[in-house]
């Protein structure tokens, strides 16, 4: 999988296998908390330890339907640039099909807010440890959680690689 800007409003991922895609294809589906308290509270996490204190309250009132409707809208963008995958190489016997996505830049800042908000949900639900989330990745999966934690490791690098691309814009201003 490659990431490269192609020109000034486009940046594409290339050489992306059926694999990859169903990784990418999961983005939208992995922000949603769910039921999990834990993976709710670290989306939404409240200005004060104290159930009772008034911010609390006016934050709930506030900021978190701002919040709820920006990811909400995030994730609604991720979900239409993820229609668009193109074929670019035919998969040969034995061999898999390879494909490209292309973003427009104006839509990378979306894609680090639900990036992100897949990262925490993921990391919360599987209650991963600082330790485990710091740890090199091991390239054995045993496990959904082995499967999950794969996930919060690539999309981090898809993180970093749109950064590099909003920080190539900010150099060139």
Excluded at 1 to 11: G, K
Aim: with cysteine; charged share 35%.
């Amino acid at each position: 999988m490659e990431i490269i800007r192609t020109n000034e409003e486009t940046v594409e991922i290339r050489n992306i296998d059926t694999f990859f895609i169903e990784l990418l294809r999961q983005i939208p589906d992995e922000t949603d908390p769910g039921d999990d308290k834990i993976a709710r509270g670290r989306l939404f996490t409240k200005p004060h330890d104290d159930p009772e204190d008034e911010l609390n309250e006016e934050w709930e009132t506030y900021v978190e339907p701002e919040l709820r409707h920006l990811f909400q809208s995030a994730t609604e963008t991720v979900s239409q640039d993820l229609k668009r995958f193109e074929k670019t190489k035919k998969g040969e016997a034995g061999e898999d099909a390879e494909y490209s996505l292309s973003i427009p830049v104006g839509h990378i800042e979306r894609w680090l807010n639900t990036l992100n908000q897949a990262r925490l949900c993921l990391a919360m639900r599987n209650r991963f440890t600082d330790e485990e989330l710091a740890a090199d990745f091991s390239p054995i999966i045993n496990s959904k959680r082995d499967m999950q934690l794969l996930q919060i490791h690539i999309y981090g690098f898809l993180q970093e690689a749109f950064l590099r691309e909003l920080d190539r814009d900010a150099e060139t201003d």
